[in-house]
């Protein structure tokens, strides 16, 4: 009996021992920031959040086949990670509205910031985003940088008390799309568009962002401005 006693003292002390070394164990101590700077205009890229792009990062001081870890951009085109470990990592943007970014090796000791010039797939600017009376009316028209993958639509998102309208957040009713699927790039790319957005609501307040999308692999939109209306 005093044996089997002092065995299960002894496997408890050892299991006090190993959980002692688990909480000694270091967290996260490094974090890493930055920019897609949009080419174009030289300024942070218009995205969204979720689904707008995202931070493809493998560490490369150990190995050269580590698993890549990915979080997600904001859609002002920034982005932040402040739970990640000291090391040299090869950081690329990835699945985002723009033509692929070659990867750049970083060592990241306690914060690094990091900026990428990117190329978005198109362009759009709005010529008109305003009330009239009791409709939404919006003008704009789509550029490119260079040519890339058929354009597929463009579409005027809507949403009233939601800053972040997008794909992820916006009415339906409100948010008519143009295809342009069949339609030759040069003519989209030499249209002026023109929406009347109908059925609002007095004393809301509505968010409005034109998009434009090509048949790239992720889906992404790229954007305009997002631009608050007062009904």
């Known amino acids: 009996m005093k044996k089997i006693s002092l065995l299960m003292c002894m496997l408890f002390a050892l299991g ?10 270091e967290g996260p101590n490094a974090a890493i920031a930055g920019s897609l700077i949009d080419e174009t205009t030289n300024k942070p890229i218009i995205s969204e959040q979720p689904n707008g792009f995202r931070i493809k990062m493998v560490e490369t001081s150990w190995s050269e086949s580590a ?31 723009f033509f ?3 990867p750049v090796s ?3 000791k306690k914060s690094e910031n990091i900026d990428f010039k990117v190329t978005p797939y198109l362009s759009i600017h709005p010529k008109k985003v305003e009330i009239a009376g009791d409709v939404i009316e919006v003008e704009w028209t789509i550029s490119r940088p260079k040519v890339g993958d058929k354009i597929l639509d463009t579409r005027v998102f809507v949403v009233h008390d939601n800053p972040n309208v997008g794909t992820n957040y916006f009415t339906t009713a409100l948010s008519p799309m143009i295809d342009l699927s069949s339609v030759p790039d040069e003519e989209a790319l030499s249209t002026t568009y023109k929406q009347t957005i109908t059925g609002l609501t007095k004393g809301k307040t509505y968010y409005v962002k034109v998009g434009a999308r090509t048949d790239n692999s992720s889906k992404r939109y790229n954007f305009a401005e997002t631009v608050k209306l007062e009904y």
């Open 16 to 25: 006090m021992m190993s959980c002692g070394d688990i909480d000694n164990m």
């Open 67 to 97: 698993t890549p870890e990915y979080f997600w951009g904001k859609a002002d085109g920034t982005f932040k990670n402040t739970k990640i470990f000291s090391a040299t990592y090869d950081v690329q943007p990835v699945e985002g509205a």
């Open 100 to 102: 692929p970014v070659e």
């Open 106 to 108: 970083v060592t990241i």
